[in-house]
């Protein structure tokens, strides 16, 4: 017997003459061979050839980023082995789940809406599976809700907030006058969420309230409620509907206690033309918004969408008037390559305000442009157009013969105006790492107005930063600049506002969670005796269940 074989050691490798191990040779076969990898979804073995397109997926620098909330495999860093069971990440402060807002949250939804890793039915052979091309800004959504396909475990929580205001907004008194002041409230909120997915059909809801008092300024004091539900049902593997329905009930502290953009939101991707979000300060708003829309994809690179839209606005106070609206749009988007989508869209909306003090018609019509630079960072534009033409009582002065004998300085007329202004949204997202991601956003377009001004242009621009430090403490930041300007009224003036905004949360046990932030905010109204600077302090506590406890 040998020396190597007295000391337990392997026997060396002697290539034989044919070039094949001698040992190798004497071992059977399915011991060495690697397990061949299965198709989820046809459940058969994967042929060489789609293994090797799979190895290739890994190094392609515009595949998605890897999905970190699933465990890695060895086949592909994007798919689970056959039979494996993906944690539950529906926690938005675990580790592993996408930052609100990301490029990765973004492909993470796109995934999962797709239902598979493989090709889609009736998709291109060039398609890349579960790839459907950089994000576009189609603005079929209204400010309430996006639609994602994913499922969320219902959530119940509760919270209770401390604020404190310096140089706070004023507030209107029952004798017309208003007051400013810093002062200090305290808000009680509760809520629930949650959707839930089926096999053709996925429902969420999303259901939050608060109640507010503001110590020596009554004023203020108010209850704020939003309701929101959407559905969706698959008709077919290429045609889907959609409905989305959104309640609103805000109080006169509703501006002054949202200053900011909420991690992960984006006027950029919001129907301005349907979804009023610049609400005059210290007045009561009704909101409803009511959605429709039919998508249908005969292949995984075309898609079309029908939409159509009504909404109704009323707010408190005769000097305030109301609003309803009615819209019908379409767009249609085809990824033209792996890293760009390009597309059109077009638009006529209606509007309506109370005691027929005015009306307005408009068409609207553009291109959509998405490009994606790399796995990180993506692009999102829309250009285009829109002609409005508006009928609205205008005063118009009387010649001082006329004015003499009527005793009327002016006098009230219908006023015909018609203008085409541009219709931009521009939106850049960037990932710097797993958890730091920031954007930049640009619109200009059509809005309802306020209760005082009423056809408008809004133009805005905002910047949001969002990370994780020490991997579970979220962070955000935001900045943004508002300005309506009437159309249909002449040089009435126009309302303005610029915020910041910086918070942090942090579990401090499970289920419990403090928050602190802090906002700034300056505005200008014109013809308002508001004060124009607010800086807001607030500390918060909320609670929640546990997610079992729960169950749809």
Not at 179 to 198: K, P
Not at 332 to 350: D, I, M, Q
Not at 426 to 447: C, I, K, M, P
Not at 512 to 536: E, M, W
Request: proline share 7%; hydrophobic share 30%.
């Amino acid at each position: 017997m040998s020396l190597p074989v007295l000391l337990g050691q392997q026997a060396p490798l002697v290539p034989t003459p044919s070039g094949v191990n001698s040992l190798a040779q004497e071992q059977p076969d399915d011991e060495d061979a690697s397990p061949v990898p299965i198709d989820p979804k046809t459940k058969l073995p994967l042929t060489p050839a789609q293994i090797r397109e799979r190895e290739i997926d890994k190094y392609d620098p515009m595949k998605p980023l890897p999905d970190t909330t699933t465990p890695e495999s060895t086949l592909t860093d994007r798919e689970l082995p056959a039979g494996a069971t993906p944690p539950e990440t529906t926690d938005p402060n675990s580790a592993a789940a996408p930052l609100p807002g990301s490029v990765a949250a973004s492909n993470a939804a796109a995934t999962k809406s797709s239902g598979s890793s493989g090709p889609a039915p009736g998709s291109d052979s060039a398609d890349s599976g579960d790839y459907s091309g950089p994000a576009v800004l189609t603005r079929s959504y209204t400010l309430a809700r996006p639609m994602e396909s994913q499922q969320i475990k219902w959530k119940l929580s509760v919270g209770v907030s401390f604020s404190y205001d310096l140089g706070q907004t004023g507030a209107q008194n029952p004798n017309g006058t208003f007051v400013s002041n810093s002062t200090y409230g305290e808000s009680l909120s509760w809520g629930l969420s949650g959707r839930h997915v089926w096999k053709l059909d996925q429902l969420g809801v999303s259901y939050s309230a608060n109640y507010s008092g503001y110590s020596g300024n009554g004023g203020l004091s108010g209850m704020n409620n939003a309701l929101n539900l959407d559905y969706s049902h698959v008709v077919s593997h290429k045609l889907s509907v959609q409905v989305v329905e959104s309640l609103q009930l805000l109080s006169q502290n509703y501006s002054l206690e949202n200053p900011t953009l909420a991690p992960g939101s984006s006027e950029a991707n919001i129907n301005l033309s349907t979804s009023p979000n610049l609400q005059i300060l210290g007045n009561t708003v009704r909101q409803s918004n009511t959605s429709v829309s039919a998508t249908y994809t005969p292949s995984s690179r075309l898609a079309y969408n029908l939409s159509g839209s009504y909404f109704v606005v009323g707010r408190s106070g005769q000097e305030f008037i109301g609003t309803f609206g009615r819209q019908a749009s379409g767009d249609v988007n085809y990824r033209l390559t792996h890293n760009t989508t390009v597309g059109a869209f077009y638009s006529y909306t209606r509007y309506l305000y109370s005691h027929n003090v005015s009306s307005s018609d408009s068409n609207g019509l553009g291109v959509i442009y998405s490009y994606a630079l790399n796995q990180r960072t993506q692009l999102r534009t829309r250009f285009g157009a829109t002609r409005i033409e508006s009928l609205a009582y205008e005063t118009v002065p009387l010649p001082p013969e006329l004015a003499a004998i009527l005793g009327e300085a002016a006098a009230i007329s219908n006023a015909y105006s018609r203008r085409t202004t541009s219709d931009i949204s521009v939106q850049l997202v960037r990932d710097f790492r797993a958890n730091r991601t920031g954007s930049l956003a640009y619109v200009h377009g059509e809005a309802p107005g306020n209760g005082v001004l009423l056809t408008s242009t809004q133009e805005s621009i905002s910047g949001t930063f969002g990370a994780r430090i020490f991997r579970r403490i979220p962070i955000n930041a935001s900045a943004a600049y508002s300005s309506l300007q009437s159309i249909s009224q002449g040089n009435i003036g126009q309302y303005s506002s610029e915020t910041y905004g910086a918070g942090v949360s942090r579990e401090i046990r499970k289920g419990t969670t403090s928050s602190f932030s802090v906002n700034y905010r300056r505005y200008q109204i014109s013809g308002s005796p508001l004060l124009q600077h607010d800086i807001r302090f607030t500390f918060g506590l909320s609670w929640s269940p546990p997610e079992n406890s729960l169950r749809f």
